[in-house]
């Protein structure tokens, strides 16, 4: 079974930084590139960064110079370090995998407070 489970979410205050981790298993994690979305109250899921098998990076342009995605393969693990959060960040962040097939993690909650 293929599960994907993140974790790190919680409530900040505007300007603060917190560190999203998605541990995955069932998959040969090394393979998949990784990533990480979000979806707003009343928004469509958007993408904010995902990493290569080969760590490549790409980022959204609202959170690049902020946000971090990184991997640890040994660790099955993919981390979005966040930092100078913003209000607009509020949302549910999403782990997902793919390379072929795609997986989703349950999602955790991420609020900012201003």
């Known amino acids: 079974q293929v599960q994907l489970v993140e974790s790190g979410g919680g409530l900040v205050q505007a300007g603060g930084s917190l560190r999203l981790s998605c541990a995955a298993s069932?998959?040969?994690?090394?393979?998949?590139?990784m990533g990480w979305y979000r979806q707003a109250s009343g928004k469509q899921r958007e993408l904010v960064a995902r990493i290569s098998s080969g760590g490549r990076t790409v980022y959204a342009d609202s959170v690049k110079g902020r946000f971090t995605i990184s991997r640890e393969n040994a660790k099955k693990t993919v981390y979005l370090q966040m930092n100078s959060l913003e209000p607009e960040d509020t949302a549910v962040y999403y782990c997902?995998?793919?390379?072929?097939?795609?997986?989703w993690g349950q999602g955790t909650l991420v609020t900012v407070a201003s």
């Open positions: 997902n995998a793919l390379n072929g097939a795609e997986y």
């Open positions: 069932g998959i040969i994690f090394s393979v998949y590139v």
